[in-house]
């Protein structure tokens, strides 16, 4: 035989006996008034009375009663049940079935399991000794700190202090209530994992999540898979969603879409953070705001935008509405309007929309540009525009398209001030006051221009139709030429401080981001 061999089969015979026999570790009576024994009544079986205690791995078992089935290295016990192992953990009720040989225990009606800091009440328990797991198949109550839990299934882990919960999840908080399909809470941190669909509702929003934790101490929270923060009048969704709740403070990343449901408002972007106080958020990156109107859509860009909560006006009204503020590189895409500005404000008290630093509108064949602009909406449709100080009208009189700029006649108006009025989002008046200045081209009813028009007047008012100028009114003093069409060259025919900016107008809701 192998040398090796020989070896190992000689420590075998020597050891493996006593290692087997080690393994099964008898439980051991440690106290009890009366000790019976009768095998007509039970076979193999010692009864205990009275102050009975057993010990078997570390742990500690007390009863009133119990029958110990010494060969098969099992006990059944009654009343009064108490389990205590190492310095916290405590496990009572009024019956328990313990397998010495697998260190399992199953205890019975109005169990509680407790480790000084958490307490779980049920009326069927499975504690595993060995590996210090304890399960419940059918319903519990659990008390820890300022939290309440519920379930249907549960597992506690002992070494960790981690619950496992299943089916009709239920968390109530004083601030709050979760309800989920599945969750796991630790009791050391007290901190909440969702690993499935989840409600948090509370008197300020609701958090929906499939996946993320939520500290209940510090009232930290992160979601990261479907997940949505709704509160009365605003909704919130990202990839993912950090939110404290002290602070009132929820941040959003990625694929950000943020919903007011009173003013039909859509904001998107890369980044959003909203702040509860304030009633107040703000988006970044690639950010796009879509308002609904009533037939069309306005759709609007910027580095970034803020919403600030603003109350109604109206007597009574409790709805919030919101501000809505617009910094740097501004770009507005609607159908019948587009626009261009550094800062735009919508004030929602007065439905207003105010563009600053360099706005720009063309609505139709006519841009328009002052020093500051305003739109006056209502029920989504714009019923005014305000031009405010150097107020400039431009639109092309030539049909003919491709041309080089220098070449194309243009339809002129200039003023301190003006004010266009629409109807159905459709600009037919415009009324000028102010050094108003004039260049109109005459066409002839084959559409041919023939003669342009060069008009100085204070103020003066402007018919359009098809966002074409129809007639020119001059108001006090007005003085005018009418030359003939090849008498001046277009050059020659350009008001001070023309800019003609077609290059930089939106041509879609996509051109908005260019």
């Given at each position: 035989?192998?040398?090796?061999?020989?070896?190992?089969?000689?420590?075998?015979?020597?050891?493996?006996?006593?290692?087997?026999?080690?393994?099964?570790?008898?439980?051991?009576?440690?106290?009890?008034?009366?000790?019976?024994?009768?095998?007509?009544?039970?076979?193999?079986?010692?009864?205990?009375?009275?102050?009975?205690?057993?010990?078997?791995?570390?742990?500690?078992?007390?009863?009133?009663?119990?029958?110990?089935?010494?060969?098969?290295?099992?006990?059944?016990a009654f009343h009064n049940i108490?389990?205590?192992?190492?310095?916290?953990?405590?496990?009572?009720?009024?019956?328990?079935?313990?397998?010495?040989?697998?260190?399992?225990?199953?205890?019975?009606?109005?169990?509680?399991l407790t480790d000084r800091k958490m307490i779980l009440q049920t009326a069927l328990l499975d504690y595993n000794m060995e590996t210090d797991i304890a399960s419940y198949p059918d319903s519990a109550h659990i008390v820890d700190g300022e939290n309440t839990l519920t379930s249907r299934i549960g597992y506690y882990y002992g070494n960790s202090r981690d619950l496992y919960f299943k089916k009709d999840v239920l968390l109530i908080n004083p601030r709050y209530t979760m309800t989920a399909d599945t969750l796991r809470y630790n009791t050391v941190d007290r901190t909440a994992y969702f690993l499935g669909p989840t409600y948090i509702r509370s008197n300020e929003n609701l958090i929906y999540t499939e996946k993320g934790w939520y500290n209940t101490l510090n009232q930290q929270s992160s979601f990261f898979e479907n997940s949505y923060l709704r509160t009365?009048?605003?909704?919130?969704?990202?990839?993912?969603?950090?939110?404290?709740?002290?602070?009132?403070?929820?941040?959003?990343?990625?694929?950000?879409t943020v919903l007011d449901t009173v003013q039909h408002i859509i904001i998107s972007g890369d980044y959003a953070e909203y702040h509860e106080i304030t009633d107040s958020s703000w988006v970044t990156g690639n950010a796009l705001l879509i308002q609904k109107m009533e037939d069309d859509s306005l759709f609007l860009h910027a580095d970034t935008l803020l919403a600030i909560g603003v109350p109604s006006r109206v007597p009574g009204d409790s709805t919030t509405l919101h501000d809505i503020l617009?910094?740097?590189?501004?770009?507005?895409?609607?159908?019948?309007?587009?626009?261009?500005?550094?800062?735009?404000?919508?004030?929602?008290?007065?439905?207003?929309?105010?563009?600053?630093?360099?706005?720009?509108?063309?609505?139709?064949?006519?841009?328009?540009?002052?020093?500051?602009?305003?739109?006056?909406?209502?029920g989504g449709n714009v019923e005014k525009i305000y031009l405010v100080d150097n107020a400039f009208i431009i639109s092309r009189a030539d049909s003919t398209e491709n041309q080089p700029e220098d070449s194309i006649r243009?339809?002129?108006?200039?003023?301190?001030?003006?004010?266009?009025?629409?109807?159905?989002?459709?600009?037919?008046?415009?009324?000028?006051?102010?050094?108003?200045?004039?260049?109109?081209?005459?066409?002839?009813?084959?559409?041919?221009?023939?003669?342009?028009?060069?008009?100085?007047?204070?103020?003066?008012?402007?018919?359009?139709?098809?966002?074409?100028?129809?007639?020119?009114?001059?108001?006090?003093?007005?003085?005018?030429?009418?030359?003939?069409?090849h008498e001046l060259s277009p050059l020659e025919l350009r008001l001070k401080g023309f800019l003609w900016m077609e290059k930089k107008r939106p041509l879609s809701k996509a051109d908005i981001f260019r």
């Open positions: 035989m192998n040398s090796h061999l020989r070896i190992l089969l000689y420590v075998f015979l020597l050891t493996g006996p006593s290692c087997l026999f080690a393994q099964i570790q008898k439980i051991e009576l440690v106290n009890a008034d009366v000790s019976e024994f009768d095998q007509a009544v039970f076979a193999n079986a010692t009864r205990l009375i009275g102050h009975v205690i057993f010990r078997h791995k570390g742990a500690l078992m007390k009863c009133d009663s119990a029958y110990l089935y010494r060969d098969e290295n099992r006990l059944e108490r389990i205590t192992q190492g310095d916290s953990l405590v496990l009572t009720g009024e019956r328990l079935l313990y397998e010495g040989n697998t260190g399992m225990a199953r205890v019975y009606d109005h169990v509680i009365k009048d605003r909704f919130l969704r990202g990839d993912s969603v950090h939110y404290d709740r002290n602070t009132g403070i929820g941040m959003v990343f990625r694929n950000v617009c910094f740097h590189h501004v770009k507005i895409y609607k159908s019948d309007l587009q626009g261009s500005c550094d800062s735009l404000v919508y004030q929602a008290s007065d439905s207003t929309i105010r563009f600053f630093q360099k706005p720009i509108l063309w609505s139709g064949l006519n841009q328009m540009t002052a020093d500051s602009i305003v739109l006056q909406t209502s243009f339809n002129q108006v200039r003023g301190r001030n003006m004010t266009g009025f629409l109807k159905y989002n459709r600009l037919y008046r415009i009324n000028v006051t102010g050094n108003g200045q004039t260049i109109y081209y005459a066409k002839n009813k084959y559409e041919k221009v023939f003669a342009v028009n060069r008009a100085d007047c204070s103020d003066l008012t402007i018919q359009v139709d098809s966002n074409r100028i129809k007639s020119i009114t001059l108001i006090n003093e007005p003085a005018g030429t009418l030359y003939p069409v």
